[in-house]
């Protein structure tokens, strides 16, 4: 719980440089994470016992790489550190650093303290001091700026409980700048003092020169009068970076020393290879293929044992609990609901595990390296490829992660196209369809054609965002000045528990956050699947008695032949019957409609779905849902309902069609506009239909 | 014509002299890109386009429209 009585502790440094490793070191699995108010920044808050009994709150602010921000997320990190109101507001900050980066880390150090704010510095992978030949003068540089040194490894675990004992005795840390950098324009910044004496004055130049809400102050009277032209601003913005490294370099100079005859560096070494003309994009390709052929293969057993579980739980209930419409909803409404959530943890966890290791190990900063002029050609950035590899995971938190892209209109079609990419909420779905109308064969021995084909569809997600970026660029006239600037961190062997604790929250966020809107939609289907209106619902058993008559069932099939007529008539049985005709083309029954209709907000839904229509009405000896879908039979035609004509047309309108309430949200809010979503999903849902419709005719 | 980073060979140093301040983001300011300071050609992308940098111990990768920008003095090494 966040307490008055706790010490604020902010967590605040450049992008790479194990900062969120010291924030796992000092929490542990003790953490929060939730949005701040009104937007997506993730807002990630841990707790940590220090000794003398004191406990802190310690908040993990977005990479940043200095004050001068230029995204929501390094927004968030001034907004909190100008307001002396939030109850976040750090009592101590702690600025991390990576050894061998310090003179660029510090940069931001040396602004923080201008704040003066009491702040620590960590320096972190102090392990590799040794092998980048680099030796510090503790005191020296704590003495000149003016701070208290931790000298950390999060990698290895040592220096914590030092940095520990420093968070307990922050009163006695400094908060006094280092630096004067308002000798800049010493005319300009005393005319500033003289207007606003009770401002610190850098707090006073950060509202002058960022877009940020400043709640204490005037900030439209700061402006109005202090105002300078974008490009003066910007001058004065250089001359001040300027004296920072200045300040920054003098201190180096004696307080680090690099003996470069010993260090080592294999950063070359990899990079020749990594970023090759051919073995780049052989390495590239080779390590998505091992991705998603083991997302198939690896994710199969729990998610078989997943399935099987709760089929037999569903029984279990059925049996053990008194008869009734409650048992009815907890064995056919509840159970199955649940399981279809459930199902879809280890392909989740696989996607996140594999994604969180390349952003770890540094080589996705590569892969934007290796692709950018491709990209370019279709109107996209490097970058884009982050979005659209995680996009793989899900389309939320990569539509966020185009944040850093400076180029509004490469940003922008990033966004429009990453739910092109195959989320893992399309996984279920493909999953169960790849196993009901694609062999499970070997093709030359090795070649999984279940994965083979799951691998098709990743890349036709892939190859369809592509496509529409390359339409988008020749559509959208957008003018802006194209940035492009990507730090290329130290390879790192990405750190088995920073890898783990992502993927428990990101998995723990999807199962909670799909998970009840999965579950509501399943029991509501479960209402509607279990009554209905009229004559034709309520009198099931006498009408196929009648219709009988003259050829007595089996008590089995009787039973059967009720549980169908009653879904028939039940009223989502309607609902699915009102869209048979606009489906029936794509190769869809009305069970297929219904489970269309209810994933229309989020696509996971559909085969959850399907197991509660399944469980409502279908024979008991078929345990699993997929041998209850393989077991389906058109009644007019007498084929399979799910063969390979519809299976693939099937396919194919997931793949394309825009099912994600969550999705369309996001990019509204990061658009800022209703017209681009609403674009999106008429653009994608009327092409996913066509194309479908197109597949189907051909192959039936 | 001006020699630039856009001049560099891969594997070449030099200082950077100047630049026009509104052509070159700040964030690149920030990573160490200020004049006097040491940059190096790392790496040139495949299709030429970006170009991996060391500058002032900050490795980057920046596109080629930006480092014509970037005014430099190449250091000449004497093998």
Redesign the interface.
């Known amino acids: 719980m966040i307490s008055k009585q706790n010490i604020n502790v902010a967590l605040i440094g450049n992008p790479n440089v194990g900062k969120t490793s010291v924030f796992n070191q000092l929490t542990g699995l003790n953490q929060q994470v939730g949005n701040y108010p009104g937007i997506t920044v993730e807002k990630k808050i841990g707790f940590c016992k220090l000794p003398n009994n004191i406990k802190a709150n310690i908040l993990d602010l977005p990479g940043t790489y200095s004050l001068n921000a230029s995204s929501i997320d390094e927004n968030v990190v001034i907004e909190l550190l100008l307001n002396k109101n939030d109850k976040l507001y750090p009592d101590v900050a702690l600025v991390v650093t990576d050894v061998e980066n310090l003179k660029r880390n510090l940069l931001l150090f040396t602004q923080i303290k201008d704040l003066e704010i009491p702040t620590i510095l960590v320096i972190n992978m102090a392990d590799r001091m040794k092998f980048k030949g680099i030796s510090l003068d503790i005191p020296y540089l704590e003495q000149h700026l003016k701070t208290k040194i931790a000298l950390v490894s999060s990698r290895k675990g040592y220096g914590i409980e030092e940095l520990k004992q420093l968070i307990v005795s922050f009163k006695t840390i400094s908060s006094e700048p280092c630096l004067n950098a308002s000798v800049i324009d010493t005319e300009y910044f005393n005319s500033l003092r003289k207007a606003f004496p009770n401002q610190l004055l850098y707090k006073l130049w950060l509202v002058i020169t960022q877009d940020v809400n400043f709640l204490n102050l005037e900030r439209n009277e700061i402006r109005s009068s202090f105002t300078k032209s974008h490009s003066d601003l910007k001058r004065l913005q250089q001359k001040e970076t300027i004296k920072r490294y200045q300040f920054i370099n003098d201190v180096l100079k004696l307080g680090l020393k690099i003996d470069t005859s010993i260090a080592k560096d294999y950063r070359s070494k990899l990079d020749r290879v990594l970023t090759h003309k051919i073995w780049g994009y052989v390495i590239f390709f080779l390590i998505l293929f091992v991705i998603f052929q083991s997302i198939f293969e690896w994710s199969k057993i729990p998610m078989d044992f997943i399935d099987a579980s709760f089929a037999s739980l569903s029984s279990l209930a059925a049996e053990q609990l008194p008869a009734g419409v409650l048992t009815d909803l907890i064995s056919q409404g509840i159970i199955p609901g649940i399981g279809g959530i459930l199902i879809f943890i280890p392909q989740i966890a696989f996607l996140f595990m594999f994604i969180s290791i390349l952003e770890e190990s540094g080589y996705m900063s590569r892969v934007v390296f290796l692709m950018d002029k491709i990209m370019r050609k279709f109107g996209l950035s490097g970058k884009s490829v982050v979005p659209l590899i995680s996009g793989t995971a899900c389309a939320i938190p990569a539509i966020m992660a185009t944040r850093n892209i400076e180029n509004w209109k490469e940003r922008l079609i990033t966004i429009l196209v990453t739910p092109f990419t195959t989320c893992s909420a399309r996984l279920p779905v493909y999953a169960i369809i790849i196993a009901l109308v694609i062999p499970d064969e070997r093709l030359f021995g090795f070649l999984n054609m279940q994965g083979m084909t799951l691998m098709l569809l990743y890349l036709l997600g892939f190859g369809m965002a592509i496509f529409s970026a390359y339409i988008l660029n020749k559509i959208l006239k957008i003018q802006s000045k194209t940035y492009f600037v990507v730090e290329m961190p130290n390879y790192k062997l990405p750190l088995f528990k920073n890898v783990g604790i992502n993927v428990i929250e990101k998995t723990k966020a999807f199962i909670f956050g799909a998970g009840k809107i999965i579950l509501a939609i399943s029991i509501v289907l479960w209402f509607l699947a279990s009554y209905g209106p009229g004559e034709k619902f309520n009198k099931a058993e006498q009408i196929v008695t009648q219709n009988t008559i003259n050829k007595p069932l089996s008590p089995a099939d009787f039973e059967n032949a009720v549980a169908s007529q009653k879904l028939e008539n039940s009223y989502i049985g309607i609902m699915g019957k009102a869209i048979e005709p606009a489906i029936s083309p794509l190769g869809y029954d009305w069970k297929i409609g219904i489970a269309i209709i209810s994933s229309f907000a989020a696509r996971e839904v559909f085969v959850g779905t399907l197991a509660t229509i399944y469980s409502v009405g279908g024979s008991e000896n078929e345990v699993t849902i997929k041998n209850k879908m393989a077991a389906e039979i058109n009644p007019v035609t007498g084929e399979k309902i799910f063969n390979f004509a519809s299976g693939i047309s099937l396919l194919l309108f997931y793949a394309f069609a825009m099912q994600c309430a969550s999705t369309l949200a996001v990019t509204k809010k990061e658009t800022n506009s209703w017209k681009w979503p609403a674009g999106q999903l008429i653009f994608m849902s009327g092409f996913a239909y066509a194309v479908a419709l197109i597949a189907y005719q051909i192959l039936k | 014509m001006l020699t630039t980073i856009y001049s560099l060979k891969k594997g070449e140093k030099a200082i950077i002299k100047d630049f026009d301040?509104?052509a070159v983001?700040?964030?690149?300011?920030?990573?160490?890109c200020?004049?006097g300071n040491q940059v190096a050609l790392?790496?040139i992308?495949?299709?030429?386009?970006?170009l991996?940098l060391d500058i002032?111990?900050?490795?980057?990768?920046?596109?080629i429209?930006?480092a014509k920008e970037i005014e430099v003095d190449i250091i000449k090494t004497n093998l």
């Open positions: 301040i509104d983001p700040l964030k690149l300011l920030e990573m160490g200020l004049p790392l790496q992308a495949p299709f030429g386009d970006p991996y002032n111990g900050s490795h980057v990768a920046i596109r429209e930006t």
